[in-house]
């Protein structure tokens, strides 16, 4: 089936198998591998992107009900070379190792603070219960997204 | 000039792009040209614990969608392949004539679709013939059912056959006032690496090429070429996703990739599932452990033994020898015990092989004590701070012998205590906890300490390191290590950057590529710093004596009045600086000799011993168990530090897999071997919600041995911290009773232990 999605900005269209779901498209159909899979159970988050301006793991939509919607990936944050704040404010406070689950994590983030914009802590470590680190203890992660939150 | 950069908290120059396009991955090498036309290989892995294969129907399976080939051990022409370190325990990469745990590859399918395989593993028919299932270890010590016939026992590494003494009787303990004993389970877990395991393989002119998520590429490739002698393999290293020690050496199913490559023609890709990872790829830990302690009634321990029963699964991988390598020379910790004795055996069971885990068999050897340690604190009514602080082994900056025979560096125990303590407000904390016990709180305040000592690069004591300045100004540093997260890109720039005055952002770090680096050693253990960061310092100050003998040439001066500006990165003759010569312009001038390019290799005095002590908070509602972390105070000595940034991100990243050890994670087993915490819905991979608030306290008592004075900081978190939160949750609760709680201190657990 065809399907068509905005994807940071420039709209796409696939020939996909109904099965398909959304982070498969965006993998292997637009070839925007910034997007991770880390898991089969939807537990791990490292494929959250935005849909529709919504922080939603892409494993648990199939890309045919993304049709006609409109996703942005981590690719698709920086503007003009410049890194949006919560990219900076992970690179500024080493809430990244490894990089796997960051892509997830940093679209997670933004979705939490479109929601909450000046969260506790708590309310961070609530809002990212879905989305694993197994590098960094979430320490960094959690100082990274307050810091994004004072900008 | 310029101060050093070194000790300065540098941010990573890996971070834009893992911010920015993400890492490149096995998976993501969508354009890797000699990967084109790759198919895609699914593994049919056993479904029972433990059975002869009576036979393996392809027939159906081979017509299913996509279908390209179906591969068995017998149609490969597998051989047996022994352990390294048992030679009587032999298997073939995919299993033949018997399947020992659930999740070993049987056989693999070759798709044209990556979702193909899945579909068609299905269809295989596997004809099995169930055998007794092993799963207890001390039930598989002693069954005449054997996993191994050929190993002629079950128990496969035994530390008395190693020519290390046995225990003793009753009268170890013969001078003690007070001994007790404990059986501890320092459980099973799987390490998790957000990235699963993934390879790619292609022939090329008769060569393998294969790309693999690994934490040492060297290794793999003797291992690929001492199973397939005619590969002559080149293995190649993209981004890796953690690995945590499960990913240092290649697997089975990496292993044969190259073989099934060859009979399909065809280059292949293979990404396990989730699901697959978490029964295929090692495990952690797993060692059941016998404790008897002894001593004086005001607070002097005087013996202590531990019997180490050490699950090694169902292969003999690096994971059976921990015990006897790690967790015995390790055993005293930090304390002056005159007698100690241990004894380790590692016992094959029909599950998951273990392997190296974070921290890796010191863990365990650390969990021991401090638990002991904890069990006669109780048993005297002393506090557990007061009992450590009276059996620390005084400060030493020569090397000290334990009563087990293992030689420490250099330590300074009981300051890392006091530190720990102050910055936690111990008494303070005493105090809040008294008076909740006075009020009878549903939520209890609880308490952990530990003060720990672990062992770092043991086992391996060189690295190498070569730097090639490029006509552009540009260096490249090349590694033996294999970074997979650390920050080795920022922390080796940082260290060329420092002698060469090339600026960090015209420098490059490459590892990970046999051809290009055909020595390297990798980064486990916590050796990478203290060996290859110390061979890029060595490198550098080579590359420094050689660049100064060109530009003494080029000057026409002599070479002990030529200097390095290291503010402009160029050399001039001392006191003339308007006439100079740049690394590039040196560069250049070295193109008919190979450039401007040195290798070398540092060797080290030896292993290093990194110290600390941990406080963990925590509260336990009393009336359903359930334990929350409520922090985690930590001083981890590492020696020298040569970027806070890097060395606190590994110290968190540490803790929180030691409060997941103490608090959640298990991996489990029904009695017929199946697994019932094989996804991350089923596991309890820890969280943000979980996971502490983390207080740092420094302290740098550098090695010496070797020119950076670092020590290894990637496990110190973990191996310090597991001890703390269990002896925290006990504490809570132990005015109600309980001395010990198993790990994973589930609510289950804490509820049984208070109402029991």
Known sequence: MQVSITINGTKQSHDVEPRTLLVHYIREHANLTGTNIGCDTSSCGACTLHLDGEAVKSCTILAAQADGGSVTTIEGLSKNGEMHPMQKAFMENHGLQCGYCTPGMVMAAIGLLNENPKPTEDEVRLGLEGNLCRCTGYHNIVKSVLAAAKK | MAGSILGNRVLRKEDPKFLTTGGVYVDDMQNEPLLQGAAHVTFVRSQVAHALINGIDISAALEAPGVIAIYTAESLNLAPEASSFNPGVTRTLLASGRVRYVGEPVAVIVTEEANQGEDAADLVVVDYEPLEVLVDLERAMTSSTLIYPDAGSNVVVDSTVWGMPDVTGDDFFADCDVVVKGRYVNQRVAPCPLEVRGSAVAWVDGRLYQWISTQHAQGVRDQINKSDATSNVRVMTPDVGGGFGAKISAYPEEIVLGRVAQAVGRPLRWRETRSESMLALGHGRAQLQYISIGGTRDGRVLAYRLEAIQDSGAFVDVGAVLAPACTRPMSSGVYAIPKIECRTKSVVTNTTPIVAYRGAGRPEATAAIERAMDMFAAEIGMDPAEVRRKNLIPKFMEPHTTAIGQAYDVGDYEVALDKVLDAANYSALRKEQAERRQRGDRHQLGIGVSVYVEITSGGTNHEDARIEVLPDGRAIVYTGTSPHGQ??????????????????????????????????????????????????????????????????????????????????????????????????????????????????????????????????????????????????????????VLNPLLLEGQIHGGIAQGSAQALLEEFVYDEDGNPKTGNLAEYAFISAVEAPSIELVSMETPTPRNPLGAKGVGESGTIGSTPAVQSAVVDAVSHLGVRHIDMPTTPERVWRAINQ
Do not use: N
């Open chain 2, 487 to 640: 920050g080795h890109v920022t922390a080796w720039s940082m260290i060329a950057s420092e002698h060469t005055g090339i600026p960090m952002d015209k420098i490059d770090v490459v590892w990970g590529d046999t051809d290009i680096i055909p020595d390297g050693l990798g980064t486990y253990g916590s050796r990478s710093l203290q060996l290859g960061g110390a061979a890029v310092h060595q490198t550098a100050q080579k590359l420094v004596e050689l660049a100064r003998s060109v530009a003494a040439a080029a000057l026409e001066a002599a070479e002990a009045d030529v200097v390095l500006d290291k503010s402009r990165g160029a050399f001039h003759v001392a006191g003339t600086p308007a006439v100079a010569v740049t690394w590039g312009e040196l560069s250049a001038r070295r193109a008919s000799e190979g450039g401007l390019t040195i290798a070398e290799r540092f060797t080290s005095g030896g292993a290093t011993f990194p110290f600390g002590a941990h406080v963990a908070v925590v509260e336990v509602d009393v009336e359903t168990g359930k334990v929350t972390h409520l922090k985690q105070v930590a001083c981890d000595d590492a020696g020298t």
